[in-house]
Structures are given as C-alpha cells and as structure tokens.
C-alpha cells in the first residue's frame, strides 16, 4: 500500500506533544452539515486533537478517530472516557485503517495528500461506508504563505475531489469558494472545497 512519509508521524506528534493541551472547538462547517444526521458509526480521519470526533460522540455516535499523534488522540480519548462517550482511538497512518464495522460517515477535515494518495483515501472511505452512509471532505485549495516545502499539487480543487470519487455515490453537495480559516494563532484566507456524497447501495 502506499502509506504516507514515517516522517509526518514524529512531526504531529512533536507539535502536539509541545501544546498546551487544550482541544480546540470543533469546525462549525463540519457541526453544521452533521447536525441533522442521526447517530451512527464514524471515523474521523486525520481527527489531530479529536474535537471534530468528540462532538460526535457527544451526540451519541460511535467514533474512531484517526491520526498520527498519539498524545492528542490519548487526550481526545481521556476526555471521552470522562464523559462516558463511546469514542476509539487508531494511531497510525490513514490510508491503512480499516473500520471494524461498515460506516455512516467518513469525516476528512483538510486532509491534503499526493494526488495518487488521496484518490486511494477516498476510494477507501468509500469501500468502507454502509449504504447510505456519507464521506465529507472539507480542505482547501492553497496555503498561506506559499510554502516550498509543501508542493502545491496536494491542495486539489474541488473538479479534483470529485473526480477522485468512485461510482455508485450520490454527490449531496460541492462547492469551492473563499473561507477563513484559524490556524498558528491567526485567521487565514483560503478557497475553501467541499463535498458531501452518500453511498447509493
């Protein structure tokens, strides 16, 4: 399989090791679609400090949240056990998960890989989810500043995305436009991508 760089392990480890500790507020666009589907299985891929997953469990869905960084996923799932929220945790690479049960969501929130990667990603999320269980992806089209050391082909626009899918979902909602997004402290400008799509059968 083509599993992303070892690398990327040690280095959200490192950042998160390095916080404060505190699990930020989950994404409103993400609260905001998922408000109205009923509780169900989840994963959260590339969940990093877990908001977006313990506000699933918070509402009574049972979530696996995915992602490199050990020390922030032990505290999402200290704080889940504290509230008695069913909430697991898978440390490791995104593109190896394999969900025990057929899922009702796959949540990726800006998640950026190589093209190859992140057409394997989707495809898997996609293989994974019952019928009429849903995929969403929330990314973005660029980063700020420019970054050398980040190529620029990884933040695919939203033809992109979609193009990646595989048959048999049903596209729910896309659309590319400008967001804010806070990161390091600050706000950000981006073109914003999402898409929601549920399995047909």
Do not use: C
Request: proline residues 6%; charged residues 20%.
């Amino acid at each position: 399989m083509n599993k992303q760089p070892l690398f990327l392990q040690d280095m959200w480890e490192s950042i998160y090791q390095q916080s404060d500790g505190t699990i930020a507020a989950p994404d409103p666009l993400f609260t905001d679609i998922v408000a109205s589907f009923p509780p169900g299985h989840a994963a959260d891929l590339g969940a990093g400090d877990g908001a977006n997953a313990l506000w699933l469990a918070e509402r009574g869905w049972q979530v696996t949240a995915v992602d490199y960084a050990s020390t922030a996923l032990n505290a999402a799932a200290e704080r889940a056990r504290q509230n008695q929220w069913r909430l697991d945790i898978a440390t490791g690479d995104l593109l190896a998960y394999e969900p025990k049960h057929p899922l009702d969501l796959v949540l990726f929130g800006y998640i950026h890989l190589p093209a190859e990667q992140r057409k394997l990603m989707l495809q898997r999320a996609a293989a994974s989810l019952a019928v009429g269980g849903r995929l969403l992806y929330i990314g973005i089209t660029d980063v700020e500043p420019p970054n050398d050391q980040v190529p620029a082909e990884i933040f695919a626009p939203l033809e992109q995305v979609v193009a990646d899918l595989p048959t048999g979902l049903t596209i729910e909602r896309a659309e590319q436009k400008e967001k804010e997004v806070t990161y390091d402290g600050a706000a950000h400008r981006h073109t914003g991508v999402l898409v929601l799509a549920r399995r047909n059968d």
